[in-house]
């Protein structure tokens, strides 16, 4: 188990690990579409999506907790 301030920091760090992926994944589907695979492509830069929503959920839940404190244990819901 998890201190509150223990969980606000693997969940910071996280949403950080999952937006240099969605970079990552932006990059690469720039790549993909400059060798015509459109497709692909458009795959890469739904999951870059999903980080990035997934990221600022986090976020929004690691602010909220600061401003009001953690009631509850939490962990990420997606790994």
């Given at each position: 188990m998890h201190s509150a301030s223990e969980q606000?920091?693997?969940?910071?760090?996280?949403?950080?690990?999952?937006?240099?992926?969605?970079?990552?994944?932006?990059?690469?589907?720039?790549?993909?579409r400059a060798v015509d695979m459109e497709?692909?492509?458009?795959?890469?830069?739904?999951?870059?999506?999903?980080?990035r929503n997934t990221a600022r959920s986090l976020e929004a839940r690691i602010r909220y907790e600061e401003r009001h404190g953690s009631a509850t244990q939490t962990t990420p819901a997606v790994l």
């Open positions: 606000m920091s693997f969940d910071t760090q996280y949403a950080a690990d999952l937006r240099d992926r969605a970079d990552s994944y932006e990059d690469a589907a720039e790549y993909l497709k692909a492509a458009r795959a890469l830069e739904a999951q870059a999506q999903d980080n």
